[in-house]
């Protein structure tokens, strides 16, 4: 019986098969319930009980072996096409690419996260919006010329309902609602008629901030944006306040940080000043709390409000405004490290 495994051993070595059905065969010649290999454990049972523990292992090397050798060769003919569908399932796939986020929604989301340790919530409200909540309620009086600090695009059928220039508006909607303490940033989306250039764009972004308690100074807001600064652009980053003027707040004040780029010491981004603008900031102005029904003897308050295009194109160098509204992957796709 050995020798029969042995010459079969051989003989499984020497298969070819031309086609798929070939290799079938091959199969149930040999493997298969009635096949020859079967076969053989039959005889198996009838040879003397001291020969078992050498034939069967043998035995079961060779099926194993013609298992293989006869799996081997059908796969050659293994089917690479769905049939019928006309699909190559070996070519390779479409690739989908991996979205980014957008850099200015990175930037908001930052600005949210600084504030948010500082017990800031969020609050939104409505980009079409009407000449109180804009102008009036912030103290900018009907005729008065600092409404022409902010070109805004009017409704032409009513010239009281406008495209708000500014997130300071949610100020005013906030306060109407909430009495202090108020402790929340407004981010969203802004229009003035402004030509569009490098600089400046006539859709851009902005948050918004407001601080209303009792005992609130001007020191709080110096601290509070002095952290903000260090936070957005680094631990060394140092503030500047100078006075402004804006008709909501008094003092009001613009904030310029160390220049990002050169740390201070002159560069074209600063222009040899060592210092950027990034928000305007000041003390609520009493009259905008009496606009909305906020007692001005018992609370004060701070107010601050920041482009967010600005402070994105200050962390990333982006020197032309437009990039953020053109939609070009190539732009975009820089972003993608800092989902
Ligand atoms: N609303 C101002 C603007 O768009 C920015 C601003 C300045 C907001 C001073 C404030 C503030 O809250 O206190 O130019």
């Not at 043998?58 to 019928?84: C, H, P, R, S, Y």
């Not at 609050?123 to 900018?140: C, K, M, Q, R, Y």
């Not at 222009?271 to 950027?276: L, M």
């Amino acid at each position: 019986m050995l020798d029969k495994i042995k010459a079969l051993r051989e003989e499984i070595k020497q298969l070819t098969a031309q086609t798929a059905d070939e290799a079938e065969h091959l199969r149930i010649k040999y493997l298969s319930k009635k096949g020859i290999i079967s076969e053989l454990f039959n005889d198996f049972k009838t040879i003397p009980s001291e020969q078992k523990r050498e034939v069967g292992q043998v035995i079961n090397v060779l099926k194993n072996e013609a298992q293989e050798f006869i799996n081997g060769l059908k796969e050659q003919f293994a089917d690479t096409q769905v049939k019928g569908a006309g699909v190559d399932l070996t070519l390779p796939g479409t690739v989908m690419k991996l979205g980014s986020r957008h850099p200015l929604s990175l930037v908001r989301n930052e600005i949210v996260n600084i504030f948010a340790r500082l017990g800031f919530n969020i609050s939104e409200g409505p980009e079409i919006e009407d000449d109180f909540h804009v102008f009036t309620a912030l103290n900018f009086p009907e005729e008065h010329p600092a409404r022409d600090m902010q070109d805004t695009f009017f409704i032409e059928k009513d010239p009281d309902v406008l495209l708000r220039t500014h997130t300071s508006s949610v100020q005013v909607r906030v306060m109407e609602k909430t009495q202090p303490p108020i402790r929340s940033i407004f981010p969203g989306r802004v229009f003035r008629n402004e030509a569009i250039s490098a600089r400046a764009h006539c859709i851009f972004h902005q948050v918004e901030g407001l601080y209303i308690d009792e005992n609130v100074s001007f020191a709080d807001l110096k601290q509070t944006l002095l952290y903000f600064a260090k936070e957005m652009f680094g631990e060394k980053t140092q503030i500047r306040l100078r006075p402004s003027y804006f008709p909501f707040t008094e003092p009001s004040a613009e904030m310029d940080i160390s220049c990002t780029l050169c740390g201070g010491k002159g560069c074209n981004v600063c222009k040899y000043t060592g210092w950027v603008e990034i928000l305007g900031c000041g003390m609520v102005d009493p009259h905008v709390l009496e606009y909305s029904n906020i007692d001005s003897e018992k609370y004060t308050g701070f107010a601050f409000g920041m482009g967010i295009e600005r402070i994105t194109m200050l962390k990333y160098q982006i020197k032309d405004i437009r990039l953020f509204f053109e939609n070009d992957v190539r732009f975009l796709e820089q972003f993608k490290a800092s989902i």
